[in-house]
């Protein structure tokens, strides 16, 4: 599996994972829901399962991906400061995408 994340979604992750609530966790991409041919995804703080693979991204930060969601395979996170800050989550591969 591979992710990939833009420069201002790393910076956002950094400082996120320095806060005292992130301490021991990594960030977990997960699939929200399945809409015919498009995915929603979301991400959160946590600790892997059994039933995860810890990916690391092209900018050496450690994700936590479902191991047997084909979804997430190749998805690009994004954090955009314009027009409003958000999360985007992108699997171009699958034409799939979610705002957070």
Same mark, same amino acid.
């Given at each position: ?32 829901? @399945? ?6 995804? %979301?991400?959160? !703080? *946590?600790?892997?399962? =059994? &039933?995860?693979? @810890? ?6 930060? %450690?994700?936590? !991906? *479902?191991?047997?969601? =084909? &979804? ?18 992108? &699997? ?9």
């Amino acid at each position: 599996m591979k992710v990939k994340i833009s420069r201002n979604a790393a910076k956002e992750v950094k400082k996120m994972m320095e806060k005292e609530e992130a301490q021991g966790k990594l960030f977990r991409v997960y699939v929200t829901s @399945v809409h015919g041919d498009h995915a929603h995804y %979301d991400l959160m !703080l *946590d600790t892997p399962t =059994e &039933n995860d693979i @810890v990916v690391t991204s092209d900018k050496d930060i %450690d994700i936590i !991906l *479902d191991k047997n969601d =084909e &979804n997430l395979n190749s998805i690009w996170i994004q954090f955009f400061h314009v027009p409003q800050e958000e999360w985007s989550i992108t &699997n171009p591969t699958k034409g799939t995408h979610h705002h957070h």
